[in-house]
């Protein structure tokens, strides 16, 4: 069996469950090598921090990670996906007094991304679609993501992901990824405080530029800055990180190369988690 809920094998949710009826939840997706999930701690801090923003009650810490475990066991690499919801319960918004959280972890195949999205970098998109800004859910990885599966709709093959801004034009993130540019030896990424998710791997590379002396700066950005980079990247627990080496802008008709640069390089080679994600690009 390849899902737990609540500790048990399970492959089917309660109809009552508020994480179906109204995405009343918050998840986190982690890479499994050899056997171990990767970043652990920092998703268990990222979901339980995402639980409170919410106002679910966090699950066991021991009863969790057993199942993680459990899970990622004998596993050269596979996904495991946590999910939180609130329970079963209500039937409209209103949360009943009496509810317990359902807890659920699911395993994936390994995604066999190609090696040439690391090593030369990939063709980035801009999406139509915007994000909401809306700073009482910005940051959570909670379980509505309509947005993101209209961006995903826009593009496919050349592209390996789409540029997702907000309504009001600034950049935030890829439609499964956070985004960063490099420019004059410093890093920036988009401040989170409207919209977005704050990725574990996002955090993970921040902290990695910092041990490298290496500037970074969280603000707004819109895609001009983007386009005057020196280097582009995105970021996410499933592929660390990937270069970008062509913008494509369709609004203008326009396309900006990119190389892969000195910042990417030496993040990656410094990313304790992106070598275990990416084992060749070490
Ligand atoms: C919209 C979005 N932003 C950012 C991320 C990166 O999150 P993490 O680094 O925790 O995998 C994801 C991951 O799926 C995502 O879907």
Redesign the pocket.
């Given at each position: 069996m390849d899902s737990l809920l609540n500790g048990q094998a399970c492959d089917q949710l309660p109809l009552q469950d508020r994480g179906l009826l109204y995405g009343d939840g918050c998840f986190?997706?982690?890479a499994v090598y050899q056997g171990h999930p990767l970043a652990w701690r920092?998703?268990w801090e990222?979901l339980i921090h995402c639980a409170d923003r919410l106002a679910i009650p966090p699950p066991s810490y021991e009863a969790l990670l057993a199942e993680v475990r459990q899970l990622a066991a004998d596993q050269p690499r596979a996904v495991l996906k946590i999910i939180l919801t609130r329970g079963s319960g209500g039937r409209g918004y209103q949360i009943p007094p009496q509810i317990s959280p359902s807890r659920l972890v699911l395993r994936h195949p390994w995604p066999d991304y190609p090696a040439a999205y690391v090593e030369q970098g990939i063709a980035l998109t801009v999406c139509q679609s915007r994000l909401a800004r809306n700073p009482s859910l910005t940051g959570i990885?909670h379980l509505n993501?309509l947005e993101?599966i209209l961006g995903r709709r826009e593009w496919g093959p050349p592209y390996a992901e789409g540029l997702?801004l907000d309504t009001q034009d600034n950049v935030i993130?890829?439609?499964?990824?956070?985004v960063f540019f490099a420019r004059q030896g410093k890093l920036f990424t988009p401040a989170l405080h409207q919209c977005?998710?704050?990725?574990?791997?996002?955090?993970?590379l921040v902290k990695t530029a910092i041990l490298l002396g290496i500037p970074v700066e969280s603000d707004e950005f819109s895609l001009d800055d983007l386009c005057t980079a020196d280097e582009i990247l995105v970021?996410?627990?499933?592929i660390g990180l990937w270069p970008v080496r062509l913008l494509h802008l369709p609004a203008s008709f326009q396309s900006k190369s990119f190389s892969v640069g000195p910042i990417a390089c030496a993040l990656r080679q410094s990313m304790p988690a992106q070598r275990a994600i990416v084992p060749y690009s070490a």
């Open positions: 986190s997706t982690l920092a998703h990222r990885k993501r993101q997702m993130s890829g439609t499964f990824t956070n977005g998710i704050a990725g574990v791997m996002r955090a993970i970021c996410n627990s499933l």
